[in-house]
């Protein structure tokens, strides 16, 4: 019997059922049968009951299953006849088998959407929740945070529920755990769980934004196509926007003696940087990222040598992505045991040498066509 409904449903739609027996003989042991269909996917939903009811005047036991149908294909499809197995006592105190068919059932199944090739998710309802661990427009230096999306959908299956977008960006190191599916039964069809996680941390702090993402499906109570949306999320480091004044005191702690010392230094160097501009602006650049790099490596082997593993691979992931190297190594090979030690499964977690991890960073900007001679 299905269950009544205003309008042919659509191909991956879910179509409810019950399948009823009505029995006036003593049921010793018994089986429901159903074999796999062409145009159908089935599941179960629930236990079976039997109950004792009074049917045309005459006590019967009735039997009742609920079953979920989910069309493969639009066109005139047929559900096959269903077997019950029921074991009786016969005549002579032996048990004799019967068999108990019902009529096939056909139904009128209408096309999915000329252009819901790829995002058709046809479901009753569906909930969506976006939570994040920490604020991650306002991150700590070093720090990740972890993104988890679940989706409930009623009336669909594991194999329907959509795939997990990728939030991948240039400047963001990304972590996919596994999905995690649960898959529960009610009267009124299959409720599935599928849990979406991401563990993010920006590489070089500077704030980004990760895009919108969009669900498209299909509400088959309403009759029409919707969308859940994943906000835009912006993401970066709080003390980003503070670097460029960080080193910078109101008062430089010098008297008027000092200033003067120094502001005829700094005429003597413009007057030579302006006889020879061109080569003097090169050598000092040049200088000047030779003086940066090196104290970033001291950095770098300060956080080595505290095993201060998230600012380590915050700050070697800056250095690995500059410009300045060649070529850029924007895929980090040389931090792979870090990342692995950071987003890897704690059960099975590598011990981690951060000093050979150092240095094989060291080798690699040394040997750089741009550092020779650093």
């Known amino acids: 019997m299905l269950d009544p409904r205003d309008e042919a449903p659509m191909e991956g739609e879910m179509i409810l059922a019950t399948i009823r027996g009505i029995y006036r003989e003593t049921i010793t042991n018994e089986e429901l049968k159903l074999r796999s ?15 004792d009811q009074r049917v045309d005047g005459r006590m019967s036991r009735v039997f009742e299953r609920r079953i979920a149908f989910f069309p493969k294909r ?9 077997v019950h197995e029921l074991e009786v006592p016969g005549d002579s105190g032996q048990r004799e088998t019967v068999l108990v068919r019902s009529e096939p059932v056909r139904i009128e199944v209408v096309e999915k959407p000329a252009r819901a090739e790829e995002t058709w998710f046809p479901v009753r309802a569906l909930e969506v929740s976006d939570t994040w661990d920490a604020d991650a427009a306002q991150l700590e230096d070093g720090q990740g945070v972890t993104r988890r999306v679940v989706l409930r959908a009623l009336g669909a299956t594991p194999e329907m529920m959509p795939q997990q977008p990728a939030l991948r ?3 963001l190191i990304t972590f996919t755990p596994p999905e995690e599916r649960d898959f529960q039964v009610t009267s009124q069809g299959p409720v599935t769980t599928l849990v979406w996680v991401w563990k993010l941390r920006p590489i070089t702090g500077e704030p980004g934004v990760l895009p919108e993402v969009t669900i498209p499906y299909f509400d088959t109570e309403a009759r029409t196509a919707r969308a859940a949306i994943l906000p835009a999320a912006p993401i970066g480091y709080a003390s980003f926007g503070d670097n460029a004044a960080a080193g910078w005191r109101k008062d430089i702690g010098v008297g008027q003696a000092h200033i003067a010392v120094f502001s ?3 005429i003597i160097v413009v007057l030579l ?6 080569g003097a602006s090169s050598a000092t650049l040049a200088l000047r990222r030779k003086l940066h790099l090196k104290k970033q490596l001291r950095r770098l082997r300060k956080y080595a040598a505290t095993e201060d593993i998230p600012r380590f691979r915050a700050l070697a992931a800056h250095l690995l992505s500059s410009e300045t190297i060649t070529p850029p190594t924007r895929d980090h090979i040389a931090l792979r045991p870090v990342d692995i030690f950071l987003f890897g499964s704690k059960s099975a977690q590598p011990a981690l040498d951060l000093r050979s991890v150092l240095r094989d960073i060291e080798e690699r900007l040394r040997t750089s066509s741009r550092h020779v001679g650093m």
């Open 264 to 266: 005829g230094a700094t």
């Open 74 to 82: 639009a066109g005139t499809l047929e559900v096959l006849p269903i």
């Open 37 to 51: 269909m062409t145009d159908f996917d089935w599941t179960r939903l629930g236990q079976d009951e039997w109950t």
């Open 169 to 171: 960006e240039p400047w």
């Open 273 to 278: 940087a302006l006889r020879g501009r061109s």
